[in-house]
């Protein structure tokens, strides 16, 4: 297996629009009591919404918490023209949050410290931080922000921020898979800090998830590159660079990449904490 950081990867971003009256009503979003399907061909002018002290911009919501669905976290897909961005990007101080670029080239800056971000460019901002970020260049900024409310543990320091590239990061191989299912992680699985994972999912062609993996981490999945096959519940769902699924906790989930390229996700998890026994957030 190659190291994907040698050769470039490529990123679905979308990029608004409107159908035509033409265009059959049927698609492929689902909405069930167990995941959700938010297909590419959704992410529309029309459904795009803006933010508080965001010049420029606007975003789709892909995931926020629900009572009895998922309750951890958020996910957008922002859209910044150039000239825009914000320096107050971030309300809530509770928030800590995941940048991942999938187009243009991102201007951020965190705690005075000035980063300049390009594809698959990766940051992590903890609670409470101050930060920007603005687009400098002449092309559109396209990236993903994932948000949840940090789990403070008593003896148990903050992580710190950091900024990467997923080119700079040797995928780790999936035991006994020959390299066909392999992760790429930011953050080391064994810091206790992390109460949340935002990972890159990597399938080749007739890679397969060879269970239905059931557990109680909740996921955000957002198609980067190719298709393939999902299992959810007890559905088969085909799925492809663009789309995105939201999968509550316990949701039974598996997969085969058909290629004919490799098959790649966002993927989001909460991890590392107790389950609570008493509402939500941090505490």
Sequence with gaps: MSN?????????????????QTQL???????????????????RDIVASALPHWEKTRLWVLSRPLSGFAETFSQYIMEVSPGGGSSRPELDSCAEGVLFVVEGEMALTIAGQQHRMQEGGYAFIPPGASWQVFNESNSTLRFHWVRKAYEHVDGIDVPEAFVTNEMDITPTEMPGTEGRWTTTRFVDPQDIRHDMHVNIVNFQPGGVIPFAETHVME?????????????LNQDWVEVEAGDYMWLR?????ACYAGGPGPFRYLLYKDVNRHMKLSGFGSR
């Design 4 to 20: 994907r950081s040698v050769n470039k990867p490529t990123y679905y971003a979308p990029a608004g629009g409107h159908p035509p």
């Design 25 to 43: 009503l049927s698609d492929r979003a689902v909405f069930t009591e167990a995941y959700a399907i938010i297909p590419r061909g959704v992410m």
């Design 219 to 231: 996921h955000g999945l957002y198609v980067l590159e190719g298709k393939a096959v999902y299992h």
């Design 249 to 253: 906790a316990f949701c039974p989930q």
